[in-house]
């Protein structure tokens, strides 16, 4: 057994198997017609080790194979060759159902419970006492931003930024070992964004691992440690974010409070070692930005919850 | 061994379905059951139904049965309060089974094409937990509903006969009244219109002729009226004997004859009267015919009684079917009238007499022979008194506890269909029946004081005998026909012992109960087709599994089918008709095959009961529940085995 340091923070990194949050050999699923011919080939031999307390990016464009592969994970579909594990244990069972958490792409829920009625279900299924569900289900409900008046209403009423909170919180009702975010992002606001991946690297930061799946690649290049990207249901690449994104040959050289004339003289500095040197200020994204003004309009600093319909 | 595989076919199947699922296949399953996680998805489940407002549709039903129970045209209050139970409990019976039957049909398809099954596969719920769970769910939708249901129905219908109980007081203040609706009406206001009551029915109907000064234990029948059947088993080493292959069989009749004793004399010139009997041969069950009169040897199965050693022979190939049956029935038919015939404990007997080789065998009957009246068009005829002949029909109870003795006295019903003479044309629809009681524990006949009931054509009449008459629960009841001119027709279950008295609700619950029952079956089936079906060919399938059985029974599809269809569809072309004939049949015998191996829904038909006023004995209960568990459980299990091996990502 190989046990590597990672370069983030509370990363497992390991060979073994059963050491990985998620391991997955030659993963591979074909889609019959109804004779049972092969249809689609969904996804190819995937080789797959994601390490125990990092965040991981699933990417790929629509139909590579990331929501296959999260649905074998889960257990929903079964792979047609292969192997795939979870903290070691064959995947689907109910014992590793018990230690994770999923959050679907578009919040599959019983639209007519309503928030506090969807968590107490599913604590239900969970086995957990009443009275652990009576302290944890408005702990779960402030952390995702639902406040008292939207716990009330049924899910049928609710946006799209709710669903996906309150989905959220089913997902971490179990206080899971495992959270698997299909597209969190999706129909959230900025702010939601904002809070979603605020919470991942809390979530990470709590030594949990998080598979995210998504299309919005500047969520997964902000809080993931690893990804892999799919295309056509094979790995097109796995790595560390920074690694990949490292682009070796240009360097960066970050300064504050400098006059033209001290840029100036430091063009000059760099080009006497016969780089070509561009200087300029930089800027900041518009998620930053958004996020900036409705601060300063609201006063506020902290998360803020939704209500809104 | 093999006879008793067969006959526990169905448990054995649905044992080993139930063993393989949950011992075998998913013990792991099995061992982590959760009450809690079942009850928490019945109750979605549950919740589901009620806010796609599924008990609206109950109103909808309550609102049809006062329709039609306004519209509806009956005789007199009984039949209107009897008409209205049916209403309500048709109205019930079709909502909660066809609300079961989409509910469970359309659930797992729905949350599978919703994707809501994938946020409950991924927690620690096992498939079984889910399949239990919604069963459980289903379970508790039809309770409501039915809950919904009877709590209207018990309402409807006390209202209802409080109104026409107060028409028939009405009623009664007329005096024009007819006497017999007059005794039927003040039944009714006496006991009330919604009652509930254990009817006890005699196990065996006899009659015999009815002249006294016979010696004892050789009781008569009348000849032209009455007949016997004596029942043979046939020995099994006789069957395959082959000394006895092409053995003379023969039927040696003991059967004293006398002349009925005020017969009117013959006309003159007519030939003096004979005793004659005819004999045939019936089924163990003495319904079906197997060997006619004319398939005797000498071909008219009749023999004269007043000759020495009075015998009838069959044809060995005749006999060597029947003993391949291993029992049969020889029924006596005394045809001259002018006499009365003596049946003895052994009035027949079969002597097998063999070519070469081998002793001469006599068989005797298996069981004391049974005496009946001839069958007419309402069951066996019994006769009014005449000619010095009294005929006596014998209803006789067994074991028949009584609980309802009021002011000393018993109530009994009974229900007989009348066959008027052709002679005396002014003869009334109504005629008189002399009943009196036999204790068979202590042989006490209380004759002396005889009840008189007037009964009407196929209209329940009510009686009360003394309490001490039938307090031995063993006894025989003993029926006259007072009306001369007048033939009645009875069955064995046409008089009632009513043993027992509940209230009507209590009845209504136990006919819910079963409902409820029957509910269950339907959803359990249509959620198994839906593991592995679309929702609308799920609710198909469902429907021909829970008709399949009683279709096939009510259609009649026996072996003529084929000929008749080929007769319609082919006309003169023989080829063609045999083709037809041949295809139809073997059609309509797998049909029938699968048919068999189908739930029987009969089990659960308790409407014509509570509307006639029956109790419900518990012992009925039994039934509808093994029908439930031979079905329901390893249907339950399958669910789970397909579901288990379903993707339930769409």
Not at chain 2, 196 to 218: C, E, F, N
Not at chain 2, 462 to 485: L, M, Q
Request: charged residues 20%.
């Amino acid at each position: 057994m190989t046990v590597e340091t990672s370069p983030s923070l509370g990363v497992v990194e390991s060979t073994n198997p059963s050491d990985a949050a998620v391991y997955t050999r030659d993963l591979t699923k074909v889609y019959t017609d109804f004779w049972g011919r092969p249809k689609v080939r969904a996804l190819d031999s995937l080789d797959l080790t994601i390490h125990r307390g990092e965040v991981f990016g699933l990417l790929g464009p629509n139909g590579s194979g990331k929501s296959t592969t999260i649905k074998l994970l889960l257990g929903l579909i079964f792979p047609t060759r292969g192997e795939a594990m979870i903290m070691g244990q064959r995947c689907g069972t109910t014992e590793i159902n018990a230690r994770i958490g999923f959050l679907p792409e578009e919040s599959y829920l019983y639209r007519f419970l309503n928030g506090e009625e969807t968590l107490y279900f599913y604590g239900r299924l969970f086995k957990i006492p009443h009275r652990d569900l009576k302290k944890r289900v408005p702990l779960l409900l402030d952390t995702v931003g639902l406040d008292a008046k939207a716990r009330k209403r049924k899910l049928r009423e609710y946006s799209k930024g709710m669903a996906r909170r309150i989905g959220l919180a089913q997902a971490l009702i179990n206080d899971p070992d495992l959270i698997l975010l299909d597209e969190p992002t999706t129909g959230l606001d900025p702010i939601g964004t904002r809070e979603m991946k605020d919470l991942i690297v809390s979530l990470k930061n709590q030594g949990k691992t998080v598979i995210l799946c998504s299309h919005l690649l500047a969520d997964v290049q902000d809080v993931c440690d690893r990804i892999t990207i799919l295309f056509r249901g094979k790995r097109q690449t796995l790595g560390h974010v920074k690694d990949l994104l490292q682009v070796k040959d240009i360097t960066q050289v970050e300064a504050h409070g400098l006059t033209p004339q001290q840029i100036e003289e430091l063009r000059q500095y760099v080009q006497r070692f016969g780089a070509a040197a561009q200087i300029t200020h930089p800027t900041s994204t518009l998620e930053d930005l958004f996020i900036k003004i409705v601060r300063e309009n609201t006063g506020e600093s902290g998360s803020y919850t939704s209500s809104d319909a | 061994m093999a006879d008793f595989f067969f006959n526990y076919l169905p448990f054995v199947i649905a044992g080993a379905v139930v063993v393989f699922g949950l011992f075998l296949y998913g013990l792991r399953d099995t061992l982590r059951l959760s009450p809690g996680r079942i009850w928490a998805i019945g109750g979605v489940c549950f919740r589901d139904a009620i806010r796609r407002k599924v008990l609206w549709v109950t109103p909808l039903a309550m609102l049809a049965v006062i329709i039609v129970s306004l519209l509806q045209k009956p005789v007199d209050q009984p039949d209107a309060i009897r008409q209205t139970i049916k209403f309500c409990f048709f109205a019930s019976a079709l909502v909660v089974t066809i609300i079961a039957l989409i509910t469970a049909a359309t659930n797992l398809p729905r949350e599978i094409e919703s994707r809501v099954i994938y946020t409950i596969v991924t927690k620690p719920v096992t498939r079984l937990e889910i399949v239990l769970g919604k069963v459980v769910g289903f379970a508790r939708v039809s309770a409501a509903m039915l809950l919904i249901m009877g709590v209207f129905t018990l309402g409807y219908l006390e209202m209802r006969a409080w109104f026409l109980g107060r028409q028939i007081t009405q009623t009664l203040q007329s005096p024009q009244l007819d006497p017999a609706q007059r005794a039927w009406l003040q039944h009714f206001e006496a006991q009330g219109l919604l009652y509930s009551q254990t009817i006890h029915r005699p196990i065996r109907l006899m009659q015999y002729a009815g002249v006294s000064g016979l010696s004892d234990g050789k009781l008569a029948i009348l000849g032209g009226a009455q007949d016997a059947i004596v029942k043979f088993d046939f020995p099994p080493e006789l069957v395959n004997d082959p000394a006895y292959k092409d053995a003379t069989y023969r039927l040696v009749f003991k059967v004293p004859t006398r002349p009925v004793p005020q017969a009117p004399a013959p006309a003159a010139g007519a030939p003096a009267p004979v005793p004659e009997l005819q004999a045939l041969i019936l089924d163990l069950n003495a319904e079906r015919t197997l060997v006619q009169p004319q398939q005797f040897v000498g071909g008219t199965g009749t023999v004269r009684l007043d000759e020495p050693n009075p015998s009838l022979e069959i044809p060995p190939a005749t006999m060597q079917q029947l003993a391949k049956l291993g029992s049969f029935n020889i029924q006596l038919l005394p045809t001259s009238s002018s006499f009365l015939y003596q049946i003895p404990d052994e009035p027949v007997t079969v002597q097998v007499l063999p070519v070469k080789g081998g002793q001469p065998v006599e068989l005797l009957p298996a069981a004391k022979p049974q005496t009946r009246g001839s069958v007419g068009r309402f069951g066996q005829q019994l006769r009014s008194s005449e000619s010095g002949v009294d005929p006596i029909a014998i209803f006789r109870f067994l074991e028949a506890p009584v609980k309802t003795a009021r002011e000393g006295r018993v109530p009994f019903e009974i229900r007989v269909g009348l066959e008027r003479s052709g002679a005396d044309a002014d003869t009334e629809d109504k005629t008189t029946l002399q009943i009196t009681v036999r204790d068979r524990v202590s042989g006490t006949y209380h004759k002396n004081d005889p009840v008189l009931v007037n009964v009407e054509n196929r209209r329940t009449a009510f009686f009360t005998v003394p309490a001490e008459w039938v307090s031995s629960a063993d006894f025989d009841v003993i029926v006259k026909n007072r009306s001369i001119g007048n033939t009645i027709g009875m069955v064995p279950s046409s008089l009632q012992l009513v043993a027992d008295r509940e209230p009507f609700a209590f009845n209504l619950f136990k006919g819910l109960l079963v409902l409820w029952l029957f509910a269950m079956l339907v959803a359990i089936i249509a959620f198994f087709c839906s593991t592995f079906l679309s929702w609308p060919i799920a609710v198909m399938l469902s429907l021909l599994i829970i008709l399949g059985r009683w279709a096939a029974m009510n259609l009649e599809l026996g072996s003529g089918f084929g000929a008749q269809v080929a007769t319609d569809v082919a006309g003169n072309n023989p080829g063609l008709a045999r083709v037809v004939s041949g295809s139809v049949d073997a059609l309509t015998g797998a049909f029938t095959i699968v048919a068999s191996v189908l739930p029987d829904i009969g089990a659960f038909g308790v409407t014509e009961q509570i509307e006639r006023g029956a109790t419900i004995s518990l012992t009925q209960m039994v039934p509808p529940i093994i029908v439930l568990l031979v079905f329901g459980l390893p249907l339950t299990v399958l669910a789970y085995v397909f579901l288990r091996n379903k993707e339930v990502a769409p």
